[in-house]
C-alpha cells in the first residue's frame, strides 16, 4: 500500500501492527453508509500483549499514553483491514477511551490522548474528534486501556 496516510505513516516511522483478531463473539470493524465502527482494541503488538495493570500503580500516566497510542495503532491496523487503504478515511468522527485505573486515578482524558495525539498526527485536521475518556473497574486481559473509533469513510 502506498497512499498519502500509509507514506505518511512511514515518514514518521510509525508501524501498524497486525491487526488482531476477535477474543470474544465480534467482528473487528462494522460499515454503516459512510461510517466505519472500529470494536475497541487492547495494546497487543504482533502478538504480544503489551502494557498489562492498574494506571496508577502498575503503570504511570506516560506508560499507559504510549498503551493508548498502541490500541489506537490497532484501531487503524483495523480500519486498513476492513477498507483496503486508509486513504479512504475522510475523518475521524469520535475515539471512544477506556482505562483500567485505580479507583483515585482522574486523569483518564491524559492518557487517551496517547490515542487522540496519534489520530490527529496520521490524519491532520481530518484526525480532530470527539471523544470520551472514562475510568473502568477492570477491561479484559487486565489491559490497562482499550480504545474503539468511528470513521466517516468514503
Not at 30 to 44: K, M
Not at 120 to 146: C, D, Q
Request: charged fraction near 20%; include cysteine.
Amino acid at each position: 500500500m502506498s497512499g498519502r496516510i500509509e507514506a505518511r505513516l512511514a515518514e514518521r516511522k510509525i508501524e501498524l501492527p497486525n491487526a488482531p483478531a476477535p477474543v470474544a463473539n465480534y467482528v473487528p470493524a462494522v460499515r454503516s453508509g459512510n461510517l466505519l465502527f472500529v470494536s475497541g482494541q487492547g495494546p497487543w503488538f504482533n502478538g504480544e500483549l503489551r502494557y498489562i495493570g492498574k494506571v496508577g500503580r502498575d503503570l504511570t500516566v506516560a506508560v499507559a499514553q504510549q498503551s493508548a497510542r498502541l490500541c489506537a495503532l490497532n484501531v487503524l491496523a483495523q480500519a486498513r483491514a476492513a477498507l483496503g487503504d486508509l486513504d479512504r478515511v475522510v475523518r475521524v468522527v469520535q475515539v471512544q477511551g477506556f482505562v483500567d485505573g485505580i479507583p483515585e486515578f482522574a486523569e483518564h482524558p491524559q492518557v487517551i490522548n496517547g490515542a487522540s495525539d496519534l489520530f490527529v498526527e496520521v490524519f491532520g485536521e481530518a484526525g480532530r474528534h470527539s471523544r470520551f475518556a472514562v475510568g473502568s473497574g477492570s477491561l479484559p486481559g487486565n489491559i490497562s486501556v482499550e480504545v474503539a473509533a468511528i470513521f466517516e469513510v468514503e
